[in-house]
Every structure is written in C-alpha cells, then in structure tokens.
C-alpha cells in the first residue's frame, strides 16, 4: 500500500476577514483528503467553497488552524525545506511567468533554487523539459510578453515540473484558455503525469475539464467535501445534489 | 420588414506599432428584431470587436476601411456624433464581463441606476428596474455601493441599467464569464427573461459554444474576423457544417464519452495583417485541400445554416453518411 | 544600445512635448557639465564688466552686483540645482524603493512600522522643516539634501508599496515562494525589475520636487552659500536688485522654472508610455 504523498485529517483552516469588525472566517471546516502518487484529484466547488485554501494547505502556504496536514509521511515542513518537491500552476497565463526574465531564465530557478547541478545541466533540463511541453527549445530566449496564453502556461507547466516534484497543485490552470488550447493543454498534464508520476491536485470551477482529468473527484461545498467520487461516476450520475448541480450545467 | 443589425462586407484594422492588424475581415451579419443571436468566437476572432463597433466604441487605433455597419436604420461609421450618441442611449444596452468595472465606485446604486434612465428617474422607477432584474430588496439596494455588491447582484444591476430606456438591442460580451459558475445560470436567465419582455434582439458573444447554444435560437462562429458559420443554434451544433466548428465541438471537454480523448486543433489561430485571400481556416484545417488556398470561401448555404466553406457540402454530406 | 535608441525614438514620436522636455534637459545637462569649459566667461572673475549692465553682446545675461558675467554663474547655478537635488533623490530612491518593497512584501508590522514613517515624514512642511534642519546643522549642501530626503521619501515608499503590492500577488512571485526562494530573492529577482518603472517615474516627479525645495531653501539663505551658487541663491541675490536690473532675476527664474517644467513633462511623458490606463475619447 503505498503511503500518500499529501493527507490531510480532519484539517480546519480559518483566518480573519477583511474590513472592520469582520468575523473569522472559515474556509476549511473538517477535511480529510488524501492524493497518491500518479493520481489526480480534482477539486471542484464554487469560489468561497474554500478549495483555494484546500491548494493552499497541500503547497504549505498556509498553516491549518487543527488538525495535520502530512507530505511523505511528515509533518509539512518549510516552503524551503521542501523545495523542490511541491509545485504550482495558476489561472492566469499573463502573470504566471516574470515579464522582465526570459522564459529559460524563469523555467530554470526552480533548479537553482535547488543549487544542484551547474550552468550547462540546468539549461539541458529546461531544453529537454521544453520539447517535454511540446514547444521548440529555442523559445527560452524570448521574453514572456511575445508568447501566447497557451504557450505561457506550458512554460508554468514545465517550470512546474523541472524538478521533478512529487505533488503539482493546478488552480484554475485552463480556465483561462481557449478551447482548443485548453483540450491541448489537458492531454499534455495527462500524459506528463503517466511519465513522471506526480500526485496531483487539480482545482477548478470547470467540471467538464476536470472530469477529463482527474481519476477522482472531490467536490467542496462551504468548506466541506460533500463527496469524493471517481472519474466515471461524474459521467454517469454523481450522488449528492449539488454535485449534481454542476454536473447539469455542463450538459 | 428591415433587419436590426445589418454588417456588410465590414473590414476593420487595428493600427499598430508594427504594421495593422486586420481584426474584422469582410464580416456579413444579419440579425432581425427580437431575435437571439450568439456569436461564438476564440480569442482573436474579432467578436469583441465587433460588439464594440456596434455602438462605435472602438479605441481611436480602430480604423474601418471598408464595409457598412448598420443598426436601426443609422450608419454606425458615418453618422455624426449626436447620431451615435442617440444610437447609444436609446437604441443600445450593453453587458460587458466585468461588472465591477462598469460601475462608478463612488456613486450609490440609485444614482447610476437612475442616471442610466435619462429624465424618468423617480425612486420608485429605479426600484421598479431593479426589482426586474430579480434583485432582492431595492429599496436597500439604491443605497449601496458597488463594492457592498457580489459579482452576480452588480452584473444584474449593469443589466438593469442596460434596458433602463428599452434598447432595441442588447450586446453582453461575456456577461457570465467572471461570475461563480453557481450563479452564472441565473444571472443569463434573468437577461434572457428582461430581453424577452422587452423585445429587444441580443447578441451574446462567448467562447462557450454549449452556453450559446442553451440560451439563443442563432448561433454564429466566428474566426480570424469573419463569421463561418451560422445557423439556428440546435442545427449548427448537432451537425456543424464547417470544420472549425467541428474542431471546437471536438476539442470542448463535457461531451466526450469517459476514456475518449479530445482532439485540439492543431496550431494557433493566424494574426491577419491585410485581408485574407483564401481560406484563413486552410493551415489548421484536416480537410484542406489547393482551392482552399488560393480562393477565399463565400458563405454557402446549406438548409438553414450557412458555411463558408468550399466543400461545406461534401462535408455534411461525409458526416450523415 | 539598438533598442535603447529605438525605444527613445519611438518615445519622441509618441510624445512630442515630453520629447521637448528631454531635449531641454539635455542642453541643460551638458552645459552643466561642461560649462567651465565652454566659452561663456568666467563666474569668478570680478568687474569683468561694469556692475548690474543689462544684456549686451559681452555678457549676454549682463552683469551682476559684483561686475561678474551673469551668464556663466547661471550656468554653474544649473550645475549646483541638478547636482544637489540628484543626489538627494538618488538617495531617496534607493531608499524609498527599499523600505516600500519591504513594506509591501513583508507586511503587518514592518508595512505598519514604514507607513508610520511615511505619514511622520509626509506631515512636515519641507520649508519648515528645512528651517529646523538649518538650525540645528548649519545651513549648506548636506542640510538641503537631508530636506529633500525626508520631503520625497514618503512619495517613493507609498508608489513601490503599492507597486509591489500587486506584485506580490501575481502568479510568478508565488510560483518562486512554493519553490523554496529566498524572500531576499523574491525581492531583488522579481519585484524590484517590476516596479523599476514605477520608481522612475516617480524618481523624476522627485526631481522636481527636489529642484523646488533646493530653490527655496536656497533663496531663504539655508541653502548653499556664496560664492557657491545655485539658481535658488541666485535667486536671492538678485532679488535685491530687481527694480534696477531686473534682468538678472529674470534670466536665473526663467531657467530654473524652464528645468522644472521640463523635469515634470519628462515625467509625464514616461508615466503615460508606463502606465496604460490612458483615458481615450470616445470616437
């Protein structure tokens, strides 16, 4: 049985709101959610369902105010005790690289980060991670500005992926993408995910792209999963009512 | 009886830093009163520029060289400001995505609900509006502040203030895209509701193809500025007729069968700087063939729908086989 | 260096009186520079001429209470205004796009500890202030750079921050924090390139500032002394003399308001290619 790469038990999250006199407010009330190695969960759930916070908590950039949340086995350490091993996809291709860096530049800092290996290795990583992506090599010499959406987030992706992390966490990562672009850009996270075997979280609004993707599906609700279900099942006939809800506008 | 809307041949250019980007490219557009009309496009395909041009909101780069575009009888291009300054108060309601961004921040509800109906503004009017909208206590609402809004209750006030002076045409660019998906339902409800009550025709421009299909009776695809298909909303999807649509059905996630794959298109949509003389489609398309390249489709018809396409018969007739 | 050239030529283009204001700056500059030895005449010779002549082909500003030729003390006076009030922003900018990043970036109490700062800053007058300073120090060059510091400080903090703010929350900077980096990374790697424009634009509104200030503590005596000039103790000196030879206050107010406008169209000008949210009209 192989352990988990992400648990989470009974994990609660709650911060305070924002403007004067606001309440607490609770983003995560109780979960328990668990990702194994080559699979993808996906998590989908309206904005306020708490499904950021949920991404937030497996990347360690948030503390859960109770209950444990376990990488490996461990208790979640530092960003940078695990660096290396965590990474990240955001929605918005236009912010997701650094406009003042060429993209190589942007792909490689994961790895120097790192501060394993030299000039000459990094590079040949960002070159073999590029053709990974499906985009010619010779693109690391070009900033982020003359690149399009999908070609940006495929750089994300494969800055995503450069170290060969164990847990890639996607928020919204296709949502703003065109069609087409997005149906490529779903295969290629499927077929990535075949050859090196991340455990992924996959969050998003879009049922119908998560469905494609994930092996399961967690659907948030107020801070709670009200159900986790497989793949199949969201195409045939998901038990709770509000997972039905999303399931319908999608038809 | 005259259509509402009436483009033809319509070429627009951006001009640019490193030349002119040719956003319309010869677009042909009919639409009649009352009717619904979705015009489904990637991005790049130019339909948020043609809603603009509909109340000649381009930026000053815009620039149209040829072509007519028409709405309620006025010119759009060639009438003089007070005409499309009319054209804009009384004939046009506009939806755009982001309703925080359509709302003064520093005035109250009330007073750019009230604003947007011209001279018949009494409360009760305002709240009346509001109320039509499906907006829940108006009399609370007129004393608020856009910020004090959620994203659903603010683009139903923006609704409110479209139809404020009953426009014959209603153009919401992505009126749905930046809300929570629970609310997105509803909030295109409630414009469908008030459009229908009014009378009012509607262009909806989305890139969700099923969206534009549950909502309006006329769906158009549009690609690198023309318009290549369009038809009557159930036809185009079920049996499209041009391959670009098919490749949008192919490629969007939702109707596959479990274990299928999608299919993207391949490449990317071209950035056109002259207008086009064959086939802007041709490079990413499975079915191209040499006439493609060289003569620029026309619109064919084909039962009720019409294609720009060479081999839009053949085609269609390949699918029902 | 092409595109250095290139984007200057497309600013020119676009922007036709900031475009003016660079040139401007550019005369004044090199004659700031290079001023001693261009052949205007020499500032520190006495009675070169009769005292308080006006304009003539000799001394083409006239002459001031000393005899000297007007036009090359205008000319150091334009060395000593830029000088002085470079350095000072030069200083402040560094610092002021320090503590806003940090501000910014690191939040809750250091963000509440500068914006303190700021505001204490930001509430003195910089003329009273400058009197203060004066007092305890003694008047001079030191004393009118510490002035313009705390006077255009809280103008930097207040942009970065808000520059960096934004940043912060953008997609880049948190990919770099999951990825282990450094804060001092994430600072000097991906925010600081960002809000350099910001900074520049507002390192030139400074400048302005910087200029006035500099004028006016000059003219009141606290800035620099004889027989170091700049435009703002030119200013002084020659006001006594106004109603006979006005041409002196003249020629020293017109050149130090022709640098400050142009420092501020410069600035208008970069701010408009920078920030995009560019009002149009409606065709």
Known sequence: MTEPVIQLSEVHLSYRGRGLGASRVEAVRGVDMEIIAGETLGLVGESGSGKTSLGKLCLGLAKPTNGSVRFRGRAMGTARSLRGQRSLVLQHPEWALNPRLRCGASLVEPLEILGEGDRKSRSDAAAAMLQAVGLDPSIAERYPGALSGGQRQRIAIARALITKPELVVFDEAVSALDVSVQAQILNLVKRLQVEQGFASLFISHDLAATRYLCHRIAVMYRGQIVEVAPQRLFYDRPNHPYSRQLLAAIR | MSALVEAQDLDLIYAGETGPVQALDGLDLTLGAGDTLAIVGESGSGKSTLGLAMGRLLPPEAERRSGSLTIAGTPVFEAKQEEVRRLRRETLGFVFQNPMSALDPTMRIGRQVARACGRAASENHVQGLLARAELEAPEQLVRRYPHELSGGMAQRVVIAMAIARGPALLVADEPTASLDVSIRAKVMATLLALQRESGASLVLLTHDLHLAARHCQSLAVMYAGRIVETGPSAAVLSRPGHPYTKGLLAAAAGNEAPGEALQPIPGLPPMLHKPAKDCSFAPRCPYVERRCQELRPGARLLGRKQVACHFAERLLAGDER | ?283
């Open chain 3, 1 to 283: 260096m092409r595109s250095l050239t290139q984007a200057l030529r497309r600013f020119a283009a676009g922007d036709r009186l900031a475009a003016l204001a660079l040139g401007v700056l550019c005369v004044m500059l090199f004659l700031g520079v290079f001023g001693p030895w261009l052949p205007l005449g020499d500032p520190t010779k006495l009675a070169a001429g009769p005292r308080l002549s006006p304009p003539s082909w000799e001394f083409p500003f006239g002459t001031d209470e000393l005899g000297r030729s007007f036009l090359p003390r205008v000319v150091e006076g334009i060395r000593y205004t830029f000088l002085l009030a470079s350095m000072a922003v030069a200083i402040t900018a560094v610092l002021g796009t320090l503590l806003g990043m940090l501000a910014a970036y690191l939040g809750r109490f250091v963000d509440q500890a500068v914006a303190r700062f700021a505001d204490l800053l930001f509430a003195f007058p910089p003329l009273l202030a400058g009197l203060l300073v004066a007092a305890v120090a003694g008047p001079g060059a030191l004393s009118v750079i510490a002035v313009i510091s705390a006077a255009t400080l809280p103008l930097f903090i207040r942009v970065i921050r808000s520059a960096s703010l934004s940043l912060a929350e953008r997609g880049f900077v948190i990919a770099a924090e999951v990825a282990g980096a450094s804060t001092w990374r994430i600072l000097i790697r991906h925010i600081l390139p960002n809000v350099m424009s910001a900074a520049i634009v507002q390192l030139t509104y400074a400048l302005s500032i910087a200029m006035i200030i500099e004028s006016a503590l000059s003219f009141l005596g606290l800035g620099e002394q004889p027989p170091r000039a700049s435009l703002g103790t030119l200013l002084r000196v020659s006001s006594v003399y106004l109603t006979i030879a006005p041409w002196l206050v003249g020629f020293a107010g017109i050149v130090l308001s022709l640098a400050i406008v142009s420092v501020n169209l410069l600035g208008d000008g970069l701010r408009d290619r920078v920030d995009p949210l560019r009002g149009r009209p409606l065709t």
